[in-house]
């Protein structure tokens, strides 16, 4: 059965393929036109535009002759790609609710083809991890600057955070969509809305203490309260995390919580009436 | 031994009992029709046994043990409805039936879509309800399965189709698999079945085998000069269930001693007598009632 989730995991990686491809285009022809301007090799486009545009242009053409780029910046996008396919991947056993005549017949005991999903799935969310950071390198190979990238002392948390959050939050749309039928889709967008608005909601200080406490604890089950503050600034991940949480804290955190919910989801959507 | 056995089962929805108390055994190498009018509880029945649903009571099995994952590997089912995906192509489910049963049979799967003229590379969604069918039928036959649970299988299906699907399920039986078969079409389950359950309102009021079930009874059946002809006396005749009248037309259905009852009806001075056995038909209609046919019963 896992063939069908392969098919539709192949369709979705190949849309995410082309508009993380034509980011990268993108990104290149931004940062050439930025060395351009800079070089002195050519016409400066951004000045014959005019000042605005002069000034931003030099901005970033400074920030890119001057910075480095840390390895974590670049695992922590992939990070972002990876939570857009995983919650697109996430309502797999929802999909499967209208058809379980034809799935809860098969050979194969419900569970085990509920895990191989959540596998097929989980190869789909690797492999645009992946693409994600290949794309990444080679545009930034193409603009020359590959040499600015510098591995900083928390990049492979941060790209195992990134993961883990997607992984995170396909575990519990798989919990919650598993058993209803047709509504995936909307729960997962929903998802997107109540997350953000949960992990923003620690600010609004002015609803009393109370009101903060009660966000804090439902943000242990946020995955975009585990996301934040993923670059190293002043190396305090812990003060500038929604939850308190030290870096390596949230990864094993988000990891637990990724398994827990795929397996909550497997135990339910087995029990689902055709 | 018996390849499927239903023992008291019961299925409630709330206080909605759609199947009660439910018993009946197939032998294998057997065909059971299973016939109803709508809503008396076939397609829940199946779908109890298959453990698609949950039942509330009752004991199944297939093939003497009860129904696991592994028992699927030679158990076939076609629901009513189309479960396959409108998204992919025939070949592609063709692919997932590969991949899931070892019993998978190529070759036979070529002459089931051969036979019901079926372009593999067609989309699900885009074919008509009764070529979905088709499909969800070449898929069930490919696997050479033991067991056939099939819910209307001709719905949606030409005449010609429909006798293919019949032949299909004769040919298998004599090959000893067993099948179960719901129909609204009495004639199918008549021309393909050698035994029958019949249900209403949830409960099995007949289940037997044909055969026997239609000597159980005769038909006595006269046709009169005209339509003023008194019945009267026949309506307390203990020998008779049920008379049956229409314009001159009179059946009397016989418990026994049909030849005798026969002997009174020409005492009426009929133009014709005679005495013919029972359909299905009349089985099924002396079950359920003749309310069955504003259900939709054929």
């Known amino acids: 059965m896992e063939y069908v989730e392969f098919l539709r995991v192949r369709r979705m990686c190949s849309i995410f393929a082309s508009c993380v491809a034509v980011i990268a285009i993108f990104a290149i022809a931004t940062m050439i036109y930025s060395s351009i301007g800079t070089t002195g090799t050519g016409e400066s486009v951004g000045v014959t535009i005019g000042d605005a545009t002069d000034m931003k242009h030099h901005k970033l053409t400074s920030y890119l002759q001057t910075q480095s780029i840390p390895l974590g910046l670049l695992l922590g996008f992939a990070g972002y790609v990876a939570i857009v396919v995983a919650t697109v991947f996430a309502s797999s056993l929802n999909k499967e609710n209208d058809g379980l005549d034809y799935v809860f017949v098969k050979p194969i005991r419900r569970e085990i083809i509920a895990m191989r999903y959540a596998a097929t799935d989980a190869v789909g969310i690797l492999a645009m991890f992946a693409f994600t950071i290949v794309a990444e390198l080679v545009s930034l190979a193409i603009a020359h600057l590959f040499g600015r990238i510098v591995i900083d002392a928390h990049a492979f948390w941060v790209g195992a955070l990134g993961l883990g959050v997607a992984f995170m939050w396909y575990g519990i749309l798989q919990a919650v969509t598993a058993t209803y039928r047709g509504r995936g889709g909307t729960i997962v967008a929903f998802s997107w809305g109540f997350f953000i608005l949960l992990a923003s909601a620690g600010y609004f200080t002015f609803l009393g203490p109370l009101f903060l406490g009660l966000v804090h604890v439902l943000n242990f089950v946020n995955p975009i309260a585990y996301f934040s503050q993923l670059i190293d600034h002043g190396g305090d991940y812990k003060a500038n995390s929604v939850l308190g949480l030290g870096l390596e804290a949230r990864v094993l955190v988000v990891w637990a919580i990724a398994l827990v919910g795929t397996t909550i989801a497997a135990n339910v959507w087995k029990r689902v009436e055709a | ?298």
Request: glycine share 8%; aromatic share 6%.
């Open chain 2, 1 to 298: 031994m018996n390849a499927i056995s239903i023992a008291n089962l019961t299925k409630r929805y709330g206080t909605t009992l759609a199947v009660d108390d439910v018993s009946f055994e197939i032998a294998e190498g057997s065909v059971c029709g299973l016939l109803g009018p709508n809503g008396a509880g076939k397609s829940t029945t199946m779908r109890c046994l298959l453990g698609l649903i949950r039942r509330t009571s009752g004991q199944l099995a297939i093939g003497g043990k009860p129904i696991v994952a592994e028992t699927f590997e030679s158990v076939a089912y076609v629901p009513d409805s189309n479960a396959l995906y409108c998204w992919m192509t025939i070949a592609q489910h063709i692919e997932v039936t590969r991949r899931s049963y070892r019993n998978f049979d190529r070759l036979r799967l070529n002459e089931l879509i051969a036979m019901f003229a079926l372009d593999p590379r067609k989309k699900v969604g885009a074919l008509s309800k009764g070529q979905q069918t088709a499909v969800a039928l070449a898929l069930a036959f490919s696997i050479n399965p033991r067991v056939l649970v099939l819910d209307e299988p001709s719905s949606g299906l030409d005449p010609i189709f429909q006798r293919v699907v019949l032949d299909l399920i004769i040919d298998a039986s004599s090959n000893g698999a067993t099948v179960l078969f719901s129909s609204h079409q009495i004639g199918q389950v008549e021309r393909a079945a050698d035994r029958v359950v019949i249900m209403r309102s949830g409960k099995t009021i007949v289940d037997g085998e044909i055969d026997r079930l239609k000597s159980d009874e005769k038909i006595v059946e006269a046709i009169f000069p005209s339509d003023a002809f008194s019945t009267a006396h026949f309506d307390a005749d203990a020998r008779i269930r049920r008379v049956e009248r229409t314009g001159r037309t009179l059946r009397l259905f016989v418990r026994s001693d049909a030849e005798a009852v026969a002997r009174d009806v020409e005492t009426l001075a009929p133009r014709a007598v005679q005495i013919v056995d029972l359909g299905l038909e009349d089985i099924f209609l002396g079950a359920v009632g003749a309310d069955a046919i504003t259900q939709g019963v054929s």
